[in-house]
């Protein structure tokens, strides 16, 4: 069946510093990936996602590059910001129709001042 | 995409109750899902509600401990019963308005059943 694995947090990063947070993934097929972001007290938000091998998906600063050949989709960001403080799930899903998310445990970030 | 209210946003139980989470979307939609995360777990999904049918449940969840409604294209509930500690999860709604569209979520439900 498919499966998401993500890096254990919490990650803990000062302000400015670059982030790796890693994901790989098993799975049949050609899926979607994902990275949703969970802030404080708020709900799931998707931050950006890609839908084929070697797209790029970006938002907010954040990056991630859809890598079939090793499975992976590791979230990227040059200057991290305490804002930046949630927790991050990577995720994927078949690549048509309603699909339902596989879903990582989560990595929680710490961005300090 | 639509926005996703869902509520009560916390609650604390007792074991041997039942609690009924409300998901309102601000459009109709086809299909939505209910998910769980445990503590320090994944989100795993529990079912999945189509409007004008039964609930389609994961393995591990069924009708009787998980009954979901979903009267209309806008709002489904989930109840969880005869709640015991091990139930002590988030529970989160979500859907996709179009077909190959990604998901949404709502802000989730935390219950603490004691």
């Known amino acids: 069946g498919n499966s998401v694995t993500q890096m254990e947090g919490p990650v803990t990063l000062s302000e400015e510093a670059f982030l790796t947070i890693n994901c790989t993934y098993t799975?049949?097929?050609?899926?979607?990936l994902f990275w949703y972001v969970q802030y404080p007290g708020e709900g799931l938000q998707l931050l950006l996602k890609?839908?084929?091998?070697?797209d790029k998906g970006s938002n907010k600063g954040f990056e991630a590059t859809y890598r079939k050949e090793t499975t992976s989709f590791h979230l990227e960001k040059g200057s991290v910001q305490v804002s930046d403080s949630a927790v991050y799930f990577c995720?994927?899903?078949?690549?048509?129709?309603?699909?339902?998310?596989?879903f990582g445990k989560g990595t929680m970030l710490l961005v300090s001042p | 995409s639509a926005v996703i209210s869902q509520k009560p946003s916390r609650d604390i139980c007792q074991r041997g109750t039942s609690l009924t989470i409300q998901c309102q979307v601000d459009?109709?939609?086809?299909?939505m899902f209910w998910y769980r995360q445990q503590p320090g777990q994944s989100l795993t999904l529990i079912a999945t509600?189509?409007?004008?049918?039964?609930?389609?449940?994961e393995s591990g969840f069924v009708i009787d401990k998980f009954p979901i409604s979903r009267p209309n294209l806008t709002f489904s509930t989930l109840t969880v019963s005869n709640m015991s500690p091990e139930d002590s999860s988030i529970y989160l709604c979500?859907?996709?308005?179009?077909?190959?569209?990604?998901?949404?979520f709502g802000q989730g439900t935390r219950l603490t059943v004691v």
């Open positions: 995720a994927l899903s078949k690549n048509s129709g309603y699909s339902t998310l596989t």
């Open positions: 799975a049949t097929g050609y899926p979607s």
């Open positions: 890609a839908t084929k091998a070697d």
């Open positions: 459009s109709q939609v086809t299909m």
């Open positions: 509600a189509n409007q004008g049918s039964e609930a389609t449940y």
């Open positions: 979500s859907s996709n308005d179009r077909v190959g569209t990604e998901a949404f």
